[in-house]
């Protein structure tokens, strides 16, 4: 009779990195939300199947004439 094998399964060769504003990477509530929707994209709402998931937080600004530093302003996202 053969053994079984105790080895984890290894994770899916998948990583994924997703760019948000601080506003929600600094909101718990926001942030969790962000991640279930991400976690389900890949076939699991509760955890991340193996897949690694890179956050990084993005700011952007522009210079005017005047060479004063401005935020711009994120007005929303086009997904899919």
């Known amino acids: 009779m053969s053994e079984l094998n105790t080895q984890p399964i290894p994770p899916r060769e998948v990583a994924v990195t997703v760019h948000l504003p601080g506003d929600i ?8 939300k962000v991640q279930a929707s991400i976690f ?6 509760g955890c991340n199947s193996g897949i690694l998931i890179d956050f990084k937080r993005f700011e952007e600004f522009f210079v005017t004439p005047e060479l004063e530093i401005r935020p ?9």
């Open 40 to 45: 389900d994209r890949f076939g699991c709402g």
């Open 25 to 32: 990477l600094g909101n718990l509530e926001s942030f969790q």
């Open 72 to 80: 711009v302003a994120v007005t929303g996202f086009q997904v899919g």
